[in-house]
């Protein structure tokens, strides 16, 4: 199995910019999860699906965040527009669903707001 | 609500000495619990769990954790350490609403596992 794959691992934008961060859970899978990670505030939680359906969004920092899972194999994040704030490394999971514990993660993007 | 404190921010060992890094968990349920590895600039990496099964368990990379319900600790063991064990680790906790789990995952805030030679 490929695990979860997630694009670009790099991003480098300018304030203001859109940004869009991309991820495809493992096969089967029917939980997927965004995190952020900051050294300020460890790993939170931003919003996660379950058969591509939001479940819990409470995470999302504000309204220049949003999130969509439009099939089983594809998710995005999306910033509009950025800012130096939200410069951190975003991680992708996913599970076998709400009764399966453990989740997958994937590599990660690491964003850079300049 | 569930929460895991892990007790430790930095542990530092010597090659081939062993690795303790503690773990104490917070849950009116029966806790479903999980240790993680992130090596640098890597995603997290699933060591072991437990999940009401025997309380010893065994994971990848010779760690292994022991679940005490008396102390409500989860403490992660290996009996020698390795320079590529240096890491960040996370002690993690399902969350619970009494309904049953929500598929969430309740994360420590880390120890950072030094090895020197």
Not at chain 1, 28 to 33: C, E, K, Q, V, Y
Not at chain 1, 68 to 97: H, W
Not at chain 2, 33 to 43: A, D, E, S
Not at chain 2, 54 to 71: H, M, P, Q, R, Y
Request: glycine share 8%; with cysteine; net charge neutral.
């Amino acid at each position: 199995d490929a695990g979860v794959i997630q694009s670009p691992r790099h991003e480098v934008t300018e304030m203001g910019q859109e940004v869009t961060l991309r991820c495809k859970p493992i096969s089967g899978h029917n939980s997927l999860f965004w995190y952020r990670q900051t050294m300020m505030r460890g790993l939170e939680l931003l919003i996660y699906f379950n058969n591509n359906v939001p479940i819990d969004d409470s995470g999302m920092p504000e309204d220049r965040f949003s999130a969509k899972m439009p099939n089983a194999s594809f998710s995005t994040l999306k910033i509009q527009p950025s800012e130096p704030r939200d410069s951190a490394v975003y991680f992708c999971a996913s599970s076998r669903g709400r009764n399966t514990y453990e989740q997958y993660f994937g590599p990660g993007t690491r964003l850079t707001v300049t | 609500a569930q929460s895991v404190t892990q007790l430790d921010s930095h542990v530092s060992v010597s090659e081939g000495t062993p690795v303790l890094l503690r773990c104490n968990y917070s849950s009116s349920y029966s806790p479903s619990l999980f240790w993680y590895v992130q090596h640098p600039n890597k995603g997290l990496q699933l060591l072991l769990k437990y999940t009401s099964a025997a309380t010893l368990v065994k994971g990848i990379n010779g760690f292994e954790a022991e679940f005490k319900k008396s102390e409500t600790s989860f403490h992660l063991t290996k009996p020698s350490a390795h320079m590529s064990d240096a890491a960040e680790y996370f002690c993690v906790v399902s969350e619970n609403e009494g309904s049953g789990n929500t598929g969430k995952l309740i994360f420590g805030q880390g120890t950072t596992l030094q090895v020197k030679p």
